[in-house]
């Protein structure tokens, strides 16, 4: 039903103008880059009956026909954003004016005094701002006279830019927060042993620190060890915010060391405008994603077929307050699933209170699934822990209900992979190694070893392996927009993989 759509690229004009027949109520295409206007894209439009403005004619438009003011009121339509659509289609979320406030606030008052939003800040935007995490970042900034600096497009040039903007905040993902975990301890490892030696120290001597609930950027240690590190990241680092998927305590605590500022991690959906909890600056517990923000209630109910209960503090995650959606677009099925009727958003997560009210995300009761013995998998939980071996870039566990026993599909790191191979006296391209029995069974002896350091359980630790050679991105189809794995598409692209990973239950 919608009436006018913005649109960059002669390529996607025409995929919207070759399908108008299907959205008879489409009207107007606004065009971002005027030279992407063809003579090509004219004809579709004209046939379509459409009218094309460039953003140049929208602007003379709108000086033509000035408008008075007309402030929204809080129960106003904001925005309807679509989920990720990580298990099956994306689903419309009406978000109100008051919804996006309401989480506004409530992050401000939950991240003072790590970050004071205030004129003159900086902001990097490289998430994507079709997704409410990023959008709520540059509202931030609009709303307390910040500046917002968009990247240039290239995530793998993102430190560049980092550089340039000097950003006050740092607002990432886990799996951008692992990569520069990464490439500091691979640039360590591979420096000399005094380098590697005062590395070491100030690291030790920073991590007790963290112990004591002390983080700062002005010991002689980041004099002498992790300057160059902030310098890197822009010098005017306050505060890195996490989101989207669970960080590892590992990195969480190396980065708050080495940054030497709070790094913060936030809990939310889509439909509770994105975020719900906060860490809070000054509780360097890690493994927990805080205690509800001002604008929010959360309560816990029992999910009797997986054994978790309220009375033990563990249970379904239920949001309720000024931030939650009014319901999913023309969807009424799908708003009753997720809204009860004393307006409880149910998450779908397993979470666990901990003694000091902050609370701990345990497992997803949507994706999950069950071995053929009976045991439950949360194949999340395990894909984090799987995400600290340091031969892999990225990783996907699946199971099924038929069979005994989980397997996995992994990126190979094109940094490390190739070093560990050479080490072992095996040669070749990545694409070789991926093939590598040898290489296969190492990489997969690894990430049993983490997965048990980790406390991971005989029966949730993946039995066979296939490594790939090419990441999961959003342009092949595997990652949503927010960095999250597509596990239908996921499923349907590695069918014949997934076939030859259960060799005795086929």
Not at 109 to 121: I, N, R, S
Not at 451 to 477: M, Y
Not at 480 to 496: D, I, N, S, V
């Amino acid at each position: 039903k919608i009436t006018m759509v913005a649109c960059d690229t002669a390529k996607r004009i025409k995929a919207i103008l070759e399908k108008a027949s299907e959205s008879p109520s489409l009207k107007v295409i606004i065009v971002m880059l005027p030279n992407e206007v063809t003579e090509e894209v004219k004809q579709l439009a004209r046939e379509s009956n459409v009218q094309l403005y460039t953003i140049q004619e929208l602007r003379e438009l709108g000086k033509k026909h000035m408008q008075e003011p007309s402030p929204p009121s809080p129960d106003d339509l904001y925005t309807v954003c679509y989920t990720s659509g990580t298990t099956g289609n994306p689903k419309g979320a009406m978000l109100t004016h008051g919804n996006i406030i309401a989480a506004g606030a409530g992050l401000e008052k939950a991240c003072y005094p790590a970050l004071v939003f205030e004129p003159g800040q900086v902001h990097l935007s490289y998430l994507p701002l079709a997704h409410m995490y990023e959008r709520l970042n540059v509202l931030m900034m609009m709303m307390h006279g910040g500046k917002t600096a968009y990247y240039r497009g290239d995530v793998k040039a993102i430190i560049d830019d980092i550089k340039m903007a000097c950003p006050s905040g740092f607002c990432s993902v886990p799996r951008l927060l692992n990569r520069v975990h990464d490439r500091i301890t691979q640039g360590v490892n591979a420096s000399n042993w005094f380098k590697r030696t005062i590395f070491g120290m100030a690291m030790k001597s920073k991590m007790a620190d963290l112990q004591r609930g002390i983080v700062r950027n002005d010991t002689m240690w980041d004099r002498l060890a992790f300057k160059r590190i902030q310098g890197i990241m822009g010098g005017k680092l306050q505060v890195v915010f996490s989101g989207a998927a669970p960080l590892s305590p590992e990195v969480i605590s190396f980065l708050r060391c080495v940054l030497g500022c709070p790094v913060l991690e936030g809990y939310g959906q889509t439909e509770s405008a994105v975020i719900s909890t906060l860490t809070l600056p000054g509780d360097h517990a890690t493994g927990q994603v805080g205690p509800p923000l001002p604008c929010c209630e959360i309560k816990l109910i029992d999910v009797p077929e997986m054994e978790y209960y309220a009375k033990d503090d563990q249970g379904e995650v239920c949001f309720r307050g000024p931030n939650i959606f009014r319901g999913y677009l023309n969807n009424p099925e799908k708003t009753k699933e997720a809204l009860d009727e004393d307006g409880w958003l149910h998450s779908g997560d397993i979470g666990q209170w901990l003694p000091n009210g902050t609370l701990k995300i345990t497992d997803r009761r949507k994706n999950i699934f069950k071995l053929a013995q009976g045991e439950y998998l949360a194949p999340e939980k395990i894909e984090t822990v799987y995400g600290g071996c340091p031969l892999i870039d990225q990783v996907w566990v699946y199971g099924d209900s038929l069979k005994s026993y989980a397997v996995s599909i992994a990126v190979a790191s094109a940094e490390t992979l190739p070093r560990w191979a050479s080490k072992q006296g095996i040669s070749g391209s990545l694409q070789e190694l991926c093939r590598n029995k040898k290489v296969i069974d190492g990489v997969l002896a690894d990430m049993t070893r983490v997965g048990k350091e980790a406390g991971l359980k005989t029966f949730e630790q993946v039995r066979h392996l296939h490594l790939h050679h090419e990441p999961f991105e959003i342009d092949n189809g595997l990652m949503t927009p927010t960095q999250k794995l597509k596990r239908a598409a996921l499923r349907k692209y590695f069918a014949e993989e997934l076939k030859a990973l259960y060799p005795d239950e086929s």
